[in-house]
């Protein structure tokens, strides 16, 4: 059975594949943040290598949600929600990548968000990442319609 984002033969059935959710709601934050293809590109390959695609219950080190952020993103709940995690991330991507440098490769650019896993191990998952962006250019998603999680800077 298929248990990582990476393996083209993962399918939405599979209990160890991403979640479709966390994909649909990680392409609505890039819609609405207005995210650049790189930025795009640095998310999901972010949230590949942090959980797979799928809402992390957390660790014994306090990280939670698609992207595994610490307490000095936000509220648990904001972590836990894929969408406002999506929207911190592209924030702060936003903020390093206007330093321009070599921050605006993808892998760069998701290594220097997440301060975790160096940019080789967020470039061996691009291939994945692309071909779920592609994915979402030719199956039309319903956009969900809930309540989001505050973010750190409203709450």
């Known amino acids: 059975m298929p248990q990582r984002a990476s393996d083209p033969t993962t399918s939405p059935t599979d209990q160890k594949g991403p979640e479709p959710a ?3 709601a990680l392409a609505q934050a890039c819609e ?3 995210a ?20 992390s219950r957390g660790e014994s080190d306090g990280r939670l ?21 999506a929207t911190v991330f592209l924030r702060e991507a936003r903020r390093v ?19 975790g ?3 080789w191990r967020h470039a061996t998952e691009r291939r994945a990442a692309e071909r779920i962006i592609a994915g979402l250019a030719v199956v039309d998603l319903p956009v ?8 750190a800077a409203d709450a």
């Open 22 to 24: 966390v994909i649909q």
């Open 65 to 85: 949600g698609v992207l595994a952020q610490n307490a000095t993103w936000g509220p648990a709940a904001a972590r836990m929600d894929p969408y406002t995690a």
């Open 36 to 55: 650049e293809s790189v930025e795009r590109l640095a998310l999901f390959q972010a949230a590949i290598v942090a959980s797979d695609l799928r809402v």
């Open 97 to 115: 990548g206007s330093n321009g440098g070599s921050a605006r490769s993808a892998s760069r650019l998701a290594a220097r968000v997440q301060c």
């Open 32 to 34: 609405d943040f207005g």
């Open 144 to 151: 969900a319609t809930r309540e989001r999680a505050p973010l």
């Open 117 to 119: 896993p160096g940019a």
